[in-house]
């Protein structure tokens, strides 16, 4: 009796523990995708090359489900063929030596890797890479959360979802110059929810983003858009519903067109706060634009939010643009290429191009990252001994994957590097 009583209480106790699926991806996750799991409860891989494949590289480790990835250096890892992820992997970039991880020469797949925590990398495409293929290609899949990625030089769109695809965040990142002829920054279409929060869309003729369906667009600032256009509203006879919040829109050289285009009565945009500065006068100076649908090209506006997860905080526009300028992308170390982007930006409006060849001027390839040095790693686990005595982990014992309030030993390591609010 008293034995069942136990089992009972157990069982009771079991059902309320909350479920494993509301603990955040990592502290500072919003949006859609906020839930992601990654890796946790699986093993935790090093990378410690930086060769295309083979033991220790980086495509081995994104091979197999359930895995935490962590670096052990640091520097640009060419790539021949695409890098294709695989589900419930979570890639932890801040936690490499030096300047951190960029891939160059082909870009990534994250099509069904269903549970994918991505931060603090850089995905550089480049003219070498597949024709007609993107940056990063997300045409199936749910629950995925991207932080702190810089992802540049697509051959088709630089950053696309498209397809079966829900529960989806793109934070903090920079989706950049994409390649010429078709120079897109991206497709975002799936009815399946995608939050956009904090990024930088820069020089791209057209998409930037193109969205349809159910869709967050909260606080990002957009940068010398060509001749396609800025936000391009669905264009399309399917039902959108979307926020548009605290965003900025700065033309540039390459900038013609106004920030909203091809909306229609199908796609039904909140929208609140957003700015446009189309003078290119080297100062930032923009207006609020007013709730008129002609400002928002063309799409039938909302009158009430929709109930989406939102950011903990919506700045303001001109703050979101000295918050993005701060922090975005891959930011623990920023790369040449990201500081011209920056810097492109704080031209307001002056500088910024729409180019076909990434190794050409002005942007001259990849640039130089350090590779640092290697911590010391007595137990092999991933964590380095002196953070190890730091954590309260053993820096003699393979314990990373212990979890501790929710994250394992790793993922804590990992979360402490980086700031986790914004
Ligand atoms: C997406 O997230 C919502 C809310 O957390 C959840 O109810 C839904 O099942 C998720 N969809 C998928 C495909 O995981
Ligand atoms: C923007 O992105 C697209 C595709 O992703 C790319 O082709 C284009 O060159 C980029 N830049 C410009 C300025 O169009």
Avoid at 165 to 176: A, C, D, L, M
Avoid at 237 to 251: E, L, M
Avoid at 262 to 283: C, E
Wanted: aromatic fraction near 8%; hydrophobic fraction near 35%; glycine fraction near 14%.
């Amino acid at each position: 009796m008293i034995l069942q009583v136990a089992s009972l209480i157990v069982g009771v106790l079991t059902l309320l523990r909350p479920v494993l699926s509301e603990q955040l991806a990592f502290p500072g996750a919003e949006g859609f995708g906020r839930y992601a799991t990654g890796g946790r409860g699986g093993s935790v891989y090093t990378v410690t090359n930086l060769k295309d494949s083979g033991p220790g590289s980086l495509r081995d480790a994104v091979s197999k489900t359930d895995r935490i990835v962590v670096f052990a250096v640091g520097g640009t890892i060419n790539i021949e063929s695409r890098i294709v992820v695989s589900k419930s992997v979570t890639i932890l970039g801040q936690t490499a030596p030096g300047g951190g991880i960029t891939t160059y020469g082909n870009g990534w797949s994250f099509s069904n890797a269903d549970n994918t925590i991505a931060r603090y990398i850089r995905i550089r495409m480049g003219k070498g890479g597949d024709a007609r293929k993107d940056g990063i290609a997300l045409a199936e899949g749910s629950n995925m959360i991207f932080d702190h990625l810089s992802v540049t030089w697509g051959r088709d769109e630089t950053f696309s979802i498209s397809g079966d695809v829900s529960n989806i965040t793109i934070q903090n990142s920079i989706i950049g110059q994409g390649l010429e002829p078709h120079s897109c920054g991206g497709l975002i279409q799936t009815d399946g929810g995608v939050s956009l929060f904090r990024n930088l869309y820069i020089d791209n003729k057209t998409r930037n983003p193109k969205v349809k369906g159910k869709n967050d667009f909260t606080n990002n600032v957009v940068y010398n858009w060509g001749g396609g256009g800025a936000y391009i509203a669905g264009d399309s006879d399917g039902k959108s519903s979307a926020n548009i919040i605290g965003n900025y829109f700065i033309s540039g050289p390459s900038s013609s067109g106004g920030a909203f285009t091809r909306g229609n009565a199908n796609f039904n945009g909140y929208v609140l706060d957003n700015f446009y500065d189309p003078n290119k006068n080297g100062a930032l100076d923009g207006t609020a634009l007013g709730a008129s649908s002609s400002n928002y090209g063309g799409m039938a506006l909302a009158s009430t939010k929709f109930d989406y997860p939102a950011p903990e905080k919506i700045l303001g526009a001109t703050d979101a643009v000295a918050h993005v300028l701060s922090s975005v992308g891959a930011s623990k170390v920023r790369d040449p290429v990201d500081t011209l982007l920056i810097n492109e930006v704080k031209s307001w409006g002056k500088n910024g191009k729409l180019i076909s060849d990434e190794k050409a001027s002005p942007v001259n390839g990849p640039g130089v990252v350090a590779s640092g040095a290697a911590a010391k790693d007595s137990d092999g686990d991933g964590i380095p001994d002196d953070t190890e005595t730091k954590l309260g982990s053993s820096p003699s014992v393979a314990d990373s994957i212990e979890v501790k309030d929710g994250y394992t030993n790793v993922e804590n390591w990992a979360n402490s590097l980086v700031p986790s609010s914004y």
